[in-house]
């Protein structure tokens, strides 16, 4: 947002500091000052200059070497290719060194040439407008010599860029009234508000007691809050005066004629928006105010036609729709420069309404910017008064016809709230002393009405401040707090005990995690979106589409639903990875989502290969993981009876032969599995990923005791033994495993398939290692024979025969 300084003095006389200086303390009391620009210093070297002569370029068609006379009967010859250049003129004139508004330097320069000592300027070279093509045109008043400046009235203005998120919770803010009542406060100078009930009562007597032309009508279910409206009949439309182009140049806003340009004007000035129709384009002399209520096709003033939808709400006439409500008129509205016969409209909206509409058709206006901001319906009928009062000054000869139409919503018009707060809750909550004079003080600069009961503040907080902003004592404190100025509050530490701040058990749980995955594990942490689309569920094959869990306002539908697992959003990333590595592994703590009562926390393991399967390796990983955690757990083949509830059956990455479930605290609580190449080809990957995905909520609900038990290590030595068994290419190779936990003898400590070889098109060949050891004996020859004979034996009658 931009604040001309030369405007806020309208309103309140300040004090002399620097432009850098006002806007420290702006930014300080009130909002942030982004830049500090100071407009008008480039113009006061301008002169205004008569064109005595003019003959052709020698060497150039279009050129023209053009003699003025710059005071005092001094010429001088510059090179002109203007196509209004003509004797008798009187334009601007810069002179070699000048600098214009545009950064740019002029220097001897020759054109064609002809050295050109200067150059004679357009309204676009001057920063004062678009202008029509060709050199700016003074009057035939002005004096040869005269500065620029001084014959236009132009002064030098100071404009303050602010952020407009810092003004988001103030839509008093939005409109230079507002603004001056902050500037008043903080340099503690008195604020001329002109527009008081006398002001109201002299605009109020130029109205037509007849009944009014334009009849109104607006639906309750409407988003209107307040609409008020007014015919008047003008003799015809003169130029605006420079001043308001000036103003709403120095804002961002372009001058288009006089009524439009007075909208603009009063909009900026007061903070509340407004539209002015061309009366006689209103079918039926009727205003209605309702929801479209079907699909329409509407061409609105930047000539960009919209697709409206049946909730929006549309003012219309009989017969077309007129003004998109708080965003834009319609180009079959609008005035004219040869309207006479006008309406006049000021409104309030539902805030929410604006937006949506807004959000929906991408259409950001200075008027949506306002009503979003959630604005005071009391302050319209003032506007509409200004509108009037301005017109009238400059179209003598204004008459109403009929009285004002008036619509508000009596049960959403903002009320003044009381508050009581006590000059102790405010000196304490702030760490200094404060007198109470100073503090009733503040509030009354900020228009708050304040009573004094024994040292208990009754503050009343007027209607524009309780709309989005002042709710409670802490609003108060932060009134005065801001205004005296938080630099000048000198910080202390609170007195408070320190203690250290403990982990939960969760967080604890997932630590450890994290530090086996990263220490032992060699993987790296990912972290993707909770959020999903339908086209990566597809694209996964993933059997669950969530669409009971799709968001009604989502940024993108590549992103409009919970996801029901993180196992999509996972094969996402290694696509994309698997572009630049050949091989990694990684992790996830992530959630996923399967109904509205409650997230489920899991936890994703991934390797990848473009050469071979890691699925043994991800077994092993598994395996030491849960050790560390002090959790048990069962990795086992599928079991039709019990569904995995983490990875459905009927997924088709799952792998026919590399799949285990995990079984934690006799729940099946995840899975491990290669995925299946189909569903590879879908992300263009080739190799091999194995994925262990493992619902972690039910066993962080419960507390793990650290069954951890420290034992010496053995004195005496460990013997391992290698066996390789022949298996059915299609059968698990964990399957192994499986059935050497059958056998409970003490004296096998560990064990673990190291290798896999495929030995034809139906066979393979598995090979594990088993380490033997006692910690009280050596073992014995014939021990060591006895439990290589009983491994054996336990294989094979699982049918896991040893390799010939």
């Keep these: 947002m931009l604040i001309s300084l030369n405007w806020i003095k309208d309103f309140v006389d300040l004090p002399e ?73 009187k334009v601007p004139y810069a002179a070699i060194g000048t600098t214009l508004p545009n950064g740019m330097t002029l220097e001897p320069k020759k054109i064609r040439g002809i050295l050109s000592d200067g150059m004679l300027c357009s309204e676009t070279e001057l920063g004062l407008g678009e202008g029509k093509g060709g050199l700016m045109e003074l009057g035939s008043d002005v004096k040869p010599g005269t500065p620029l400046p001084e014959y236009l009235k132009l002064e030098s203005d100071i404009i303050f860029d602010v952020d407009n998120k810092s003004l988001t919770h103030r839509p008093d803010l939005w409109g230079y009234l507002g603004l001056a009542r902050e500037f008043a406060a ?105 929801h479209a209520e079907k699909d329409l096709k509407f061409q609105t003033l930047d000539l960009q036609m919209r697709d409206l939808n049946p909730s929006d709400t549309v003012i219309f006439d009989t017969e077309k729709p007129l003004v998109l409500a708080g965003l834009m008129g319609g180009l079959e509205s609008g005035v004219t420069p040869d309207s006479t016969k006008l309406f006049l409209e000021v409104a309030n909206w539902e805030a929410h309404e604006v937006r949506k509409t807004s959000v929906r058709l991408g259409l950001r206006t200075d008027s949506s910017q306002r009503y979003e901001k959630t604005l005071d319906s009391n302050l319209c009928y003032r506007t509409l008064l200004r509108i009037v009062d301005l017109i009238s000054e400059l179209c003598p000869g204004t008459t109403s016809v009929g009285g004002p139409v008036k619509f508000v919503r009596e049960d959403k018009l903002s009320k003044a709230i009381t508050l009581n707060i006590s000059h102790k809750e405010i000196v304490s909550s702030l760490g200094m002393e404060i007198p109470k004079e100073q503090i009733i003080d503040i509030f009354s600069r900020l228009d708050f009405k304040v009573n ?78 909770p959020l999903t689309g339908a086209d990566l569920l597809t694209k996964a094959m993933w059997p669950v589409m969530n669409e009971h869990l799709v968001l009604v306002n989502s940024l993108s539908v590549e992103q409009d639903r919970m996801r029901p697992s993180i196992i999509p959003s996972v094969l ?140 010496p290590i053995s004195k005496f030595p460990s013997s391992s033994c290698d066996f390789t068994v022949v298996m059915s290419k299609d059968a698990p190779a964990a399957g192994v495993i499986t059935a050497l936990n059958s056998l409970k003898q003490k004296e096998i400590k560990s064990k673990a398939i190291v290798d896999v070889f495929i030995m034809n098109e139906t066979q393979k060949a598995v090979s594990i290692r088993t380490v033997f050891e006692d910690s009280e004996k050596t073992l014995s020859a014939e021990t060591i024979k006895d439990l290589e004979h009983k491994i054996v034996q336990a294989l094979d009658k699982a049918g896991f025969p040893l390799r010939s």
């Design 17 to 89: 500091l620097s432009p850098k200086e006002l806007g420290s303390l702006f930014t300080l009391a009130t909002a942030e000052v982004e830049d500090v620009i100071v407009k008008g210093d480039s113009l006061k070297s301008i002169l205004c200059v008569e064109i005595k002569s003019l003959k052709p370029h020698p060497e150039a068609d279009k050129l023209n070497l053009v003699t003025f006379d710059y005071g005092g009967g001094n010429l001088k010859e510059v090179v002109c290719g203007a196509p209004n250049v003509r004797v008798g003129l």
């Design 186 to 290: 903080n340099h503690k100078k008195p604020l001329k508000n002109r527009f008081n009930q006398e002001w109201e009562k002299k605009i109020e007597g130029q109205f037509n007691k007849a009944l009014p032309p334009v009849t109104l009508d607006i639906s309750q279910d409407s988003s209107c809050l307040a609409y008020y409206g007014l015919s008047l009949d003008i003799p015809k439309m003169g130029e605006t005066p420079t001043l308001i182009k000036t103003r709403l140049e120095s804002v961002g806003l372009r001058p288009i004629n006089l009524i439009v340009d007075i909208s603009n004007y009063v909009m900026v000035e007061l903070g509340i928006p407004n539209h002015i129709f061309d009366r006689t384009k209103i079918a039926g002399e009727k205003i209605s105010v309702r």
């Design 452 to 529: 004094d009961n024994n040292s208990v503040f009754e503050v009343t907080v007027p209607t524009y401040r309780t709309t989005k902003d002042i709710s409670c004592k802490a609003d108060l404190i932060e009134e005065i707090g801001r205004m005296i100025g938080y630099d000048n509050i000198t910080p202390v530490s609170p007195m408070l005990a320190v203690k250290p701040v403990r982990l939960s058990a969760v967080k604890q749980f997932h630590r450890k995690i994290q530090d086996f995955m990263v220490l032992q594990g060699k993987s790296l942490q990912i972290m993707t979106y």
């Design 572 to 711: 996402e990333m290694v696509s994309q990875n698997q572009k630049h590595y050949d091989a990694f592994s990684f992790f996830e703590l992530g959630r996923s989502y399967l109904d509205y009562e409650k997230e489920r926390s899991q936890l994703v393991i991934g390797l990848f290969s473009k050469d071979q399967t890691r699925f043994l390796e991800l077994v092993n990983t598994i395996e030491k993981l849960f050790s560390a955690l002090n959790v048990s757990v069962n990795l086992g083949p599928k079991n039709e009876k019990f569904p995995n509830p983490v990875v459905p059956s009927q997924w088709a990455g799952v792998h026919p032969d590399e799949f285990l479930n995990v079984q934690v605290m006799g729940k099946y609580c995840g899975a491990l599995t290669t995925v299946h190449p189909l569903v590879l080809k879908n992300f263009k990957m080739k190799g091999f990923l194995s994925l262990a995905v493992i619902d972690l909520t039910d066993i962080e609900a419960r507390e793990v005791k650290d069954k951890t038990k420290y034992s």
